[in-house]
């Protein structure tokens, strides 16, 4: 099993930044992807950034510019640097990882169990 756990979240004025960081434990082989997703209060879950293993990154149009995703592999850690943060940006945020507990299990997907993020006006 793979465990992540979230940190960082917290309340913030808008205009102020927050650094979120997930750490990965348990027993597996291999993280592969790992990531961001978010929800806001009455929307859908929705993926904010993730970061392939070897540093390539894929950023929600909505953060660009804003957050920044990146990754330890020997820390099996992953970091979101938000930035000019907007009450939009409100939501549980979720690290998320794709991992394989064995050279020949496939790999499969977990998720934190969240942290709250709150931007204020």
């Known amino acids: 099993q793979v465990q992540l756990v979230e940190s960082g979240g917290g309340l913030v004025q808008a205009g102020g930044s927050l650094r979120l960081s997930c750490a990965a434990s348990?027993?597996?082989?291999?993280?592969?992807?790992m990531g961001w997703y978010r929800q806001a209060p009455g929307k859908q879950r929705e993926s904010v950034a993730v970061?392939?293993?070897?540093?390539?990154?894929n950023t929600a149009d909505s953060v660009k510019g804003r957050f920044t995703i990146s990754r330890d592999n020997a820390k099996n850690t992953v970091y979101l640097q938000m930035s000019s943060l907007q009450p939009e940006d409100t939501g549980v945020y979720y690290c998320?990882?794709?991992?394989?507990?064995?050279?020949?299990?496939?790999?499969?997907?977990?998720w934190g169990k969240g942290t709250l993020v709150t931007v204020s006006s």
């Open positions: 998320y990882a794709r991992a394989q507990r064995g050279i020949m299990i496939p790999a499969e997907d977990y």
């Open positions: 970061i392939t293993r070897d540093g390539r990154t």
């Open positions: 348990g027993s597996f082989f291999r993280i592969n992807d």
